[in-house]
């Protein structure tokens, strides 16, 4: 099944507008102009970011896109999993941090359908994937 989450648009968009408030009122500095700019065009481009997960037999992919072009995937094997730890990320949001053997570790928050975490403990049960619950997360688990 396919799992999708987009970046918190709202956030990353006042974070630009501050960029761009503070590139204009300096007169003085154009680096800092340029700088500003550039922070501003990069929030922007990343406000349009969606992440995509897929639960497999055979292991998970991730994917990230910007306008639908495709600039990172990863495709993980049972084997070079280490283990799932699942927390709570906020008041009542779930989130799942896939560490792996080699590489970075995969954040899993913030997706829809929320039966990933479900799905994903379902997916250590039967793979034999070695995955740890939290206190906090227990409590948010129902």
Known sequence: MKYTA????????CLALLCLLLGTLNKDISILKW??????IICILMSFISYSFWIKKSGIAYEMRIFSIKIYAKNIEITDIEKIIFKRSGWKAKSA???????PSIRVSLFKPTTVYQDLILFCEENTVR????????????
Do not use: D, H, P
């Open 6 to 13: 987009n970046a918190q648009r709202s956030l990353i968009l």
């Open 35 to 40: 700088t500003a700019l550039a922070m501003c």
């Open 97 to 103: 941090i896939i560490q792996l053997n080699k590489g």
């Open 131 to 142: 995955y740890e619950l939290s206190e906090s997360y227990k409590f948010v688990r129902n």
